[in-house]
């Protein structure tokens, strides 16, 4: 009887800035955009061997109503200075960033992310995202937005672009050899060449093979398009499924979109973002975890939340009080701009109705239905109990490791690296200390194939 090697799990940390997750008002919680915020963090995850550390973006401020949602995030620094500043007072966190494949051009993306590269020795990571809503459109020179059949379609063609303008340095140009006075071995170097629908240039990649190759790239999202793209493209999706039958299901079926585009399932990792709260017992961590609910869902916060589907200015109800008797407003103009949680509720009105069944069921006023049907904490419990919970999660194929979110910034990563690690690495699942320099040692990936357009340009 053969027995399935244990998985090595993987680990990361996200810097969520203020939303909903993060409980800004807590005692603990620090600022979201001061360098040592980011700092802290960061060592944090990398003393625990953490994979990386991930970035999300925010393009424009979040509106309800016409005003800033200041519930919401409210500034988030430029990722790219954020992630060069954390590679100098970091030796091996893998460093990722999310950039929006709508609004930049692959140019200048692809020599930004080789420099960051460089500078961090090998680290960076790009999610490749695509923008939804004209209202982001509006801060760029385009403005408006793609259709959403045309959104992955500039993505694909994007990252194929980035591919082939990083691929236009092999790596053994540059031989710098002061005797003979040659600095470069192949004076194509940097030479690319690229014609399709969204983009067509041509001209001198400026920025030398990095360490990498390219950086590992990560893709989010569930739509099956998502699925299809992360398959064919990315080193990692980020899945949204912490729990077993629902993460083993999403596991399976990206896993087994890899083989069309000749690939094996170790070259795509799954990890899905996952909240947690710690105690020293697992009934004081439940109790703390009602806690966190309450305070991440306030009044203001679960009116504000309503609105999204009533589409509607609820300001006048009491959150504590029942569900309001009116319909949601339909039609093409929404109150909230800019959350993408809006897309959630295709059908408002048969959310309505669901929700009053459920609020009429277990007598639930506003407040207490949307703590009730929004996510909460994917870990609760001990230290022991999260750490079995993860490792069972991944031991069963639901994912391949996880990135941790954590609700207080910069240190509620703290207890997590000082209790749950251990108890990893006791269990002979997660490593004591990193083993390669590079982002793409960390998650076990190797290098990239290299893309086409090199040969194209310099034939």
């Known amino acids: 009887?053969?027995?399935?090697?244990?998985?090595?799990?993987?680990?990361?940390?996200?810097?969520?800035?203020?939303?909903?997750?993060?409980?800004?008002?807590?005692?603990?919680?620090?600022?979201?955009?001061?360098?040592?915020?980011?700092?802290?963090?960061?060592?944090?995850?990398?003393?625990?061997?953490?994979?990386?550390?991930?970035?999300?973006?925010?393009?424009?401020l979040r509106?309800?109503?016409?005003?800033?949602?200041?519930?919401?995030?409210?500034?988030?620094?430029d990722t790219f200075t954020v992630l060069a500043a954390l590679a100098a007072v970091t030796d091996r966190l893998g460093l990722t960033g999310t950039i929006n494949s709508t609004f930049n051009e692959p140019y200048e993306v692809a020599r930004q992310f080789a420099t960051l590269d460089h500078l961090s020795d090998g680290r960076a990571a790009w999610n490749v995202v695509t923008s939804w809503d004209a209202f982001t459109g509006e801060n760029f020179r385009r403005g408006g937005f793609l259709p959403r059949e045309e959104r992955y379609g500039r993505a694909k063609e994007f990252l194929a672009?980035?591919?082939?303008?990083?691929?236009?340095?092999?790596?053994?140009?540059i031989v710098a050899d002061a005797g003979s006075g040659t600095f470069l071995r192949?004076?194509?170097?940097g030479?690319?060449?690229?014609?399709?629908?969204?983009?067509d240039i041509e001209g001198r990649f400026n920025v030398p093979r990095s360490p990498q190759g390219r950086p590992v790239i990560f893709q989010a999202g569930d739509s099956d398009e998502g699925r299809e793209f992360a398959a064919s493209d990315a080193?990692?999706?980020?899945?949204?499924?912490?729990t077993l039958d629902e993460g083993r299901a999403f596991y399976a079926d990206v896993k087994r979109r890899l083989a069309k585009y000749g690939r094996t399932q170790a070259e795509l990792k799954i990890l899905p973002a996952a909240t947690f709260i710690l105690g020293d017992t697992d009934a004081e961590a439940r109790e703390a975890a009602h806690e966190v609910r309450?305070?991440?869902?306030?009044?203001?916060?679960?009116?504000k939340y309503l609105e999204h589907v009533w589409n509607r200015d609820l300001s006048g109800y009491d959150p504590d009080g029942p569900l309001p008797d009116i319909d949601p407003e339909t039609g093409e103009n929404t109150i909230a701009l800019g959350r993408a949680s809006v897309r959630q509720f295709r059908d408002p009105l048969e959310t309505a109705r669901q929700w009053r069944a459920l609020a009429e069921a277990k007598n639930l006023s506003i407040r207490e239905l949307v703590i009730a049907t929004t996510s909460g904490q994917t870990f609760v419990g001990s230290a022991?109990?999260?750490a079995e919970q993860i490792d069972t999660l991944v031991q069963a194929d639901a994912a391949d490791g996880f990135i941790l979110v954590p609700h207080i910034t910069p240190g509620g990563l703290d207890a997590f690296a000082d209790t749950v690690v251990p108890l990893l690495q006791e269990r002979g699942v997660f490593r004591t200390e990193y083993e390669g320099t590079t982002l793409r040692d960390h998650l076990g990936l190797a290098a990239p194939r290299a893309a086409s357009g090199r040969r194209a340009a310099a034939s």
């Open 1 to 60: 009887m053969t027995t399935k090697p244990l998985k090595q799990v993987h680990l990361a940390a996200h810097f969520p800035g203020v939303n909903n997750t993060t409980v800004w008002s807590d005692p603990a919680a620090g600022s979201h955009i001061d360098f040592d915020s980011f700092v802290h963090f960061a060592r944090t995850a990398e003393r625990a061997k953490f994979d990386f550390l991930f970035l999300a973006e925010g393009l424009r």
């Open 63 to 77: 509106e309800q109503g016409g005003e800033i949602y200041d519930l919401d995030v409210v500034g988030r620094p």
């Open 161 to 173: 672009t980035a591919h082939e303008l990083f691929d236009s340095w092999g790596g053994g140009e």
């Open 186 to 189: 192949d004076a194509r170097a």
């Open 191 to 199: 030479a690319f060449a690229h014609k399709g629908p969204q983009f």
């Open 235 to 242: 080193d990692a999706i980020f899945g949204r499924y912490g």
């Open 294 to 303: 309450r305070l991440q869902v306030s009044g203001q916060t679960a009116i």
């Open 384 to 386: 022991a109990t999260v």
